[in-house]
């Protein structure tokens, strides 16, 4: 992990001009009614897991660009996403992606996280990709696929996933298929998500006390035709069906342009199916970019649905929050750091709305109030509090500039000199 010493000294060249930003916001926020230490100190209460596939460079199907000093193993991936808790104090689980997660000690990597500080989040199958040595084939389909064999074979590997997760202290597997179809006809559009239906019940008649099962839809992409779980809708229809501990998550990069996310997160929220997050941000389809790099005020709002539902106090309401980008051209540290702070500017920004002066613009028909109500809180300028949580929490104030300065990267291109096998969607 990066010296204390680095760290201190970081914090110790900003601390005053820091002082002065907090002081001078808390003076606004007083003005609003809004004291700074409630709002610090829900802020202090966001976390978010990072994804073991996110660690190392990502690619796209047309190449990748390794970078020196990546991670080549999960017990490499755990050291970089300690260094990323160390800087944000809001990264505390991991969330592995099975088969690309390799691990033939399992004592031994639960040793590792622990003594880095480090638990684990959902676990993930993988039935997407053929395996070396499997003897059936998911080119048409693995829970959907005709032939039940196959549908065996991939129900057996959620199951392996699971008993994986359990060594970990996991409690949710998250199942995202990609079966579909490219072209009308290849697929029987009922009978594909009835299988899918049936095959998702004996895995979630096999989980364990305690665990959830989170659904993951998206609408193409590898299948242009028809995915079986391509929408919400299909996501919502297989948690009802399969029972209280199955849900869906929301990955913000599964959606076709201009659809309304925040208004699906609501609708999710209000039967009781919001499970989780995959956090990333897109321009025109599963870009898998920084969260809040592209449509920062749709982020705002998605989280502003999350703080009034916390708000309201919703039955069952706890999404698992988790990372889900592709890091091609950003130092992948950097990048998830980048990610974290963007997170947390907007679940600040959400914790700044008038929620009592929005209800009452809703309630009386006052539309412009109202809008301005949210954008209000939306134009603050919330990086003083967020670097704030950072520094009680013994974390960074600029955790980009101090990674940076910490010589990280550098230590560990000398000490990781073989490269890494890329483990990612979109390359071989
Ligand atoms: C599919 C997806 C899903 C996979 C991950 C690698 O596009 O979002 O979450 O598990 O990418
Ligand atoms: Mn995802
Ligand atoms: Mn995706």
Known sequence: MIDAEILERHNRQREAAHRR???YLAERLARSGIALEVVLDELATFEV???TWAMAAG???FGRFPIPGEPRTIFEKLED????????RATPRVSPHFPWDVVDDWAALRA???ALGLGFDAVNSNTFQDQPGQPHSYKLGSLSHADPAVRRQAIAHNLQVVAWGQELGSTALTVWLADGSNYPGQMHL??????VQESLAEIYAALPEGWRMLIEYKPYEPAFYATVIQDWGSALLLAQALGERAQCLVDLGHHLPNTNIELIVAR????????GFHFNDAKYGDDDLTAGSIKPYQLFLVFNELVDAAREGVPGFRPAYMIDQSHNVKDPIEALLQTVDHLQRAYARALLVDREALSHYQETGDVLMAERTLRAAFETDVGPLVAEVRRRRGGALDPVLAFRESGYRQQKARERSTPATAQAPGYA
């Open 21 to 23: 930003d907090l002081e």
């Open 49 to 51: 897991a990072l994804p």
């Open 59 to 61: 690619g796209t199907r």
């Open 81 to 88: 996403a300690a260094v990323i808790h160390q800087l944000t």
């Open 112 to 114: 590792h996280a622990e």
């Open 190 to 195: 009922r009978r594909s998500f009835e299988r």
């Open 268 to 275: 999710l929220i209000g039967v009781g199916k919001l499970g």
